[in-house]
Every structure is written in C-alpha cells, then in structure tokens.
C-alpha cells in the first residue's frame, strides 16, 4: 500500500507500487505545458509508473509518462519530466532537474541541483555530483537544422562526474572514466580515462581499485 500525504497531489491513472512514499506537497503524474517553440514530443501520455519502495520527497515532482524503478529516491524539490525511464535503486537529489526522454540506470546517483538535460543516457552505477550542467543543443535554439541534432551526453557504466562540470551536446563519457570537478568536456572521454579542466583533457586512467569490480 502506498502512503500519500494529504498536501500531496497524484494524478488519476498514477501506478504506485508498494511501499511508495509521496511526501509533502509533491507532484506525482502531472502532464507539462509545452511552449509552441518547445522540441519535446506532444503525444499524450501514459500514466506515470512508480516501482516498489521509491519515495517522492517534499516538493519534488514526476511528470507522466514517466517509469520509475523500485527504491528510487526523488529529492525534495527534484524533478523528472515526461517519459524518463529511471532504474532501480536511484538517486536523484534535492532541486536536481531530468528533463524529458532521458534513461538512467540501476544504482545511479544524481547529487544535489544537478542538471540533466533532454535525450541524456546515463548507464548503471554513474555518479553525478553538486550541480554538474549537460546540454543538448549546439545551436542554443537557433536554426531548423538543431531539430535533427538535438542530443544529451552519453554517460556509461561507472563512470564518474565531478561538481559543477559542464558536459558539451551528444559527447560520450566512457565506461568508469572520471571527469574532475570544473571541467567542461568537449569531446568524447576514453573509457578509465581522467580529465580535468577546460576544455578537459587526459592527464592519466582511473587506477585498478577505483573500478567497480574492486569495490
């Protein structure tokens, strides 16, 4: 049985598994209003999907079309737009924004007032820390051809990011590379590979009991 506060709002339609915790004033199923000059698709929506054990904190908000896996954590005043496919076990911290048509996988962690932008992939066990910035949009809204281009990072398994980095449009972060605090990544990050700075560059690999499979 699922546990809404009374100041929560869930909208008709809302799976909410067992378990699941919506605390003070969230949002859980709402549909967005979209501006004529918006790139978001405008399909209706499915209702959004909330696994077993996941809590949407105070403030916080998930739109609809929008899946959510067992013991998500959704911080107080985070947001998950429309059809965000969302992992088991996931993070998402407080005032952190997933805008739409982004997939995150099992164990990630988004810290506090991160930004992931539109048509992002984040793989398992990606860490993102305090206020890391990504973009999608090389034309920053200009021209008809950014239609066709329009992509977020690829983050890949384990990989790491460091506070307040910024990620440039469609760039990929290989599988456990480390991205240090402050960087702004231009271009694509070898796997185990570590960059700092701006733009990022390689300065050595992630060392063998930092990996995943060592933990």
Do not use: W
Not at 19 to 27: D, I, Q
Not at 157 to 171: E, F, N, T
């Amino acid at each position: 049985m699922a546990d809404v506060h009374p100041t929560a709002i869930v909208y008709p339609g809302t799976v909410l598994g067992e378990g699941v915790k919506v605390l003070e004033h969230a949002v859980v199923g709402k549909s967005p209003s979209l501006s004529p000059q918006s790139t978001a698709k405008r399909e209706p929506l499915p209702p959004a999907e909330l696994g077993d054990g996941t809590i949407v904190s105070t403030g916080a908000v998930v739109f609809a079309g929008s899946r959510l896996g067992a013991r998500v954590i959704v911080g107080d005043q985070a947001c998950i737009r429309e059809r965000c496919e969302v992992g088991d076990d996931v993070v998402v911290g407080r005032g952190s924004f997933v805008e739409n048509d982004t997939s995150i996988g099992a164990r990630t962690k988004i810290q506090a007032h991160a930004y992931i932008t539109a048509y992002s992939t984040l793989e398992d066990d990606v860490f993102i820390a305090p206020c890391v910035a990504t973009t999608n949009d090389n034309f920053m809204g200009r021209t008809e051809r950014r239609h066709a281009l329009v992509k977020g990072p690829t983050i890949r398994r384990g990989a790491r990011v460091g506070g307040a980095a910024i990620l440039c449009p469609g760039i990929e972060v290989g599988e456990e590379a480390f991205v240090g605090a402050g960087a702004v990544v231009l271009r694509d990050v070898p796997a185990r590979a570590v960059v700092v700075g701006n733009p990022a560059r390689q300065i050595r690999e992630v060392p063998d009991e930092e990996l995943l499979e060592n933990q």
